[in-house]
Structures are given as C-alpha cells and as structure tokens.
C-alpha cells in the first residue's frame, strides 16, 4: 500500500520547521502525519510520525510518557531510519530524566542504527548527542571529541545545526582554558544562528560568550552577552537559560565593580528561582563560583 | 573559585574539601545529602574529590542544605588554603 497522500511532505516541512526553530509548528505538522498514517492503516508510518513528534514534544517540554511505545518502535525496527529515530529520541527522554547511563545506552544504539545505514547526517547527532551527554557529566575530553567528530561528519552544512554543535565545542574550549578557540566557533555558532534565523536558540551562543569574555576579563562584553542571552531565554520560556543568564550578568557586574549592579542580578536569580534561599545574593557576591559550575550540565 | 594563587584543579580540590567538612559537621551522609540535592552519591564524591563541576541548581541546593553563608564558606576556603600551604611550603 503506498503511503498516505502527502505524508513524505508532512513530515519533510516538519522537519524543515525544526531546523528553522518553529517547534509548535511542527509538531502540528507531525500530529497531522500521524493522523493521516493511523487513517490509512500504515503503522511503518505511523511508527516515523510518532517519533518525529516525540522528538519536538520533548524540546517543548511536553515530556508525556513516550518511552515504552519508542521501546517498542525500536525492536520493530532493526537498523533502519526509523529505529534511528526511536533511538536517538529514548535517549533524549532518559537525558531529560537525568538517567545518564541509560541515556547514554541508546545514544550509541542510535550510533550503530546512523551508521548501518550509512546516514552521514545522523552519525553526526548522534555523536553530538553523546558528546552533550559526555558534558552533562563534566568530561569537557571526552565531549569535545564527540562535538569534534558531529562537526566533521556533519554534511549538510546547515547553518543552525552546525552552530549548535558549535557552541557546545566552544564552551569545552573556553571550560579548557583554550579561550581564542573558543570564542572563535562561539561567534560563528552566533553568525550561523542569525544566518539561518534560528533565533530562537542565538541565547545558547550568547551564554557561552558571556562567560568566556569573563574569562578574558572583558566584563563589559560579558555583560553585553548576558543581557543578550537573558532576553532570548525569557523570549524561548527556557527557565535554565534565564537562570545561567541571571548567574553571569552578577558574576559580569561584581568583575566590573558594580557590585549594586551584581546584588540586583543575583537578587533577581534568588526571587525567581531560589525564594527560600534569601542569603543567595550574599553568598555569590562573596563566592566566585564559575570554577564550580557547569552552564551546560 | 577565585583564590589567587592557586590553579583551578587545586581550586576545585579546596572548594570538594570544604564541602565534605560542613556535611561531615553536620553529620549527614553522602547518599542523603545526593538524594537531597537531586544528585547521584557519586557525583557528590567527585564534587568533594574535586573532580566534577555541577549546574547551578545542584551547586545552590548544596549551599542551602549546608546551610553556609557566603562569607563562611568563604573563610572556610581560606582555612583550607592555608593548610594547603603549609603543608607544600
């Protein structure tokens, strides 16, 4: 039985609607498909739909309980794009659940799935999956080989997905020390979001800058970034995004002498995030913690 | 944590120390303090070994379990770092 009519389209502008940052877009685009899958009685079809829509549903947070039918999806689909699909998206649900061993697991399923099927593209998420699962974990060795790798493979030369795995490298560089690296792959990660008009992740960049022009001293462009990365966090609703961007303007404010400055932003990081920690302020205007955290764990 | 004269690695090892003595202090366990902290009890033991930087949330919430000012842990770092230097000089 052919697929149902327009189901390739479907599923080709969702993904095209991913790539451009326009997630609630495509997961409508992606619950139509499996609509249309379901009516003409196609469950291969069904099976790619549901994972591209799990796939978006988790990056908008929608983290219903998507595991056992991706388990299921994966044993019925050995090598192939779809267990590819079903895969990478397990490990995506255990990384969100903080499960760092099982998510790692599937990471290297999807590998193997990417690679069987000779999917240059895929190879390359995978490896950037496993290189921010790697991060997650604080090995900054370990992840930049695998962001090193995803870039190498990656032969689309699409702008937004390369500035992801861009940023990731460039915040390992800036973690090791190796700052001009860094803050080299950190601003095309930025040209490249802008270029694709992915505006919507441009706060992971701009993170990232803030905190390697602290490392350089640049407290005035660390500030610049954070407020720049503040706004596109708050825009994106990513709660985490407004945190770290709250963290580094202090930390900016309190390295250029304002410390009323550095108080008011991290007065505004314990109002929002911490209310029951009301000596936070105090502590970080007394600690400088940038050795501790990981902006990225 | 910015102490000068230290390099970052002996930095984190001061800051890993520090907060295994206020958990010791207050005579909780490694695996209690982790579970409170939303954090596996290995990461807690490398946080203390100096060898894991955590995210934010992980780092505040240990702050507040531990219940340390700033400026105490702070004091407490410099203690450490004396020892430190004491024991190389």
Known sequence: MAEPPRFEELIAAGRGAVEGGELERALGLFDEALEQAHAAGRPDAADRAFCNRAAVAQELGQTGDVIPGLRRILTRNPLSETGYLAAYTLARAYDLAEDRQKANFYARIAREHATAIGHQEWMSHAHNLLGRLALSDSDFETAGREFTEALRLDPSGRPAWRAIIEDNLGYCLVVGGRLREGLTLLYRSLRGLRRSGARRYEFHPRLSLSLAQLERGDARAALRHGRAALDGAESAGDAEGVKAAYYLLGEAAKQAGDLALARAYFGQLQVRFYPDMVNLADTLLAVDAREMVNLKA | ?89
Do not use: C, W, Y
């Open chain 2, 1 to 89: 944590m910015d102490i000068p004269g230290i390099a970052p690695p002996a930095q984190l090892e001061l800051v890993g120390r520090s907060l295994r003595e206020l958990r010791q202090r207050q005579k909780l366990s490694r695996e209690e303090v982790a579970q409170r902290a939303g954090m596996l009890p290995g990461d807690l033991l490398r946080i203390e070994k100096g060898e894991f930087r955590v995210s934010l949330d992980v780092l505040i919430n240990l702050l507040a379990l531990l219940r340390v000012s700033g400026e105490e842990f702070l004091r407490m770092l410099r203690t450490a770092q004396s020892r430190a230097e004491g024991r190389h000089g």
